[in-house]
């Protein structure tokens, strides 16, 4: 069974350019998250996706952050325009259900903004 | 929202030696789960654990829920269980995963 996909996995980009990042869940999950990983801390929640509707988005800066999961399946996270602080790993997560239930993490895209 | 408080932050093991490693949570919760994050950053599950006593091979877990607090057991450390290692949970009537801040691993050959 493939895991969570994630790319790209590195991106290096100039300040104020947008950038988007891809997720693919494992087969069936139905929930889908995307966090925001700063060097020597914890993950942090941006968003929740149950199916193409999106339940937690409150730690999401709507400023500069989208995201969107059209079908219920792949998502898009895209920043516009990126800023320096932007700089982290975006980890994206799946699980069977809700928050309850084991989540799955991809490899992560790692982003630089110069 | 719940804290989450793990110890020691940084641990330096002897090929084959044994250790524990400790998360703290501050409330009653419905999720708790052990990851392993490579030097590469993949975030590997280790254990969804939010009661009670599981074990995979050379790691073992404990989660004792009326007392807030779970143990993360290595025994015989290899090389290859360096990196971080993070407790995460998340509580009754909060849908959040809440990771502390990870404990540092290093096993020397």
């Known amino acids: 069974e493939a895991g969570v996909v994630q790319s790209p996995r590195y991106k290096i980009i100039e300040k104020k350019q947008p950038v988007a990042f891809w997720c693919n869940p494992i087969?069936?999950?139905?929930?889908l998250y995307w966090y925001l990983q700063n060097l020597g801390q914890g993950p942090e929640l941006l968003i929740r996706y149950e199916n193409e509707e999106a339940v937690d988005d409150s730690q999401l800066p709507k400023d500069r952050f989208s995201a969107e999961r059209l079908k219920g399946v792949d998502s898009t996270l895209k920043i516009q325009p990126a800023e320096l602080g932007d700089s982290a790993v975006y980890l994206c997560?799946?699980?069977?259900?809700?928050?309850?239930?084991?989540?799955?993490f991809g490899p992560g895209t790692r982003l630089t903004v110069l | 929202g719940i804290q989450v408080e793990q110890s020691p932050p940084d641990l330096i093991l002897q090929e084959g030696a044994n250790s524990t490693l400790r998360c703290n949570f501050s409330?009653?919760?419905?999720?708790l789960q052990w990851f392993h994050q490579n030097p590469w950053g993949q975030l590997i599950n280790l254990f969804y654990?939010?009661?009670g006593t599981k074990q995979n091979g050379r790691l073992s877990a404990t989660t004792v829920a009326t007392e807030r607090y779970s143990l993360l057991y290595i025994s015989s450390s290899q090389t290859t269980d360096s990196g971080v290692y993070f407790c995460a949970v998340t509580s009754y009537g909060n849908n959040r995963l809440a990771f502390g801040k990870g404990n540092q691993v290093v096993v020397i050959p």
């Open positions: 654990i939010p009661s």
């Open positions: 087969s069936g999950h139905n929930t």
């Open positions: 997560a799946s699980s069977l259900g809700g928050n309850a239930d084991t989540q799955y």
């Open positions: 409330d009653s919760v419905n999720n």
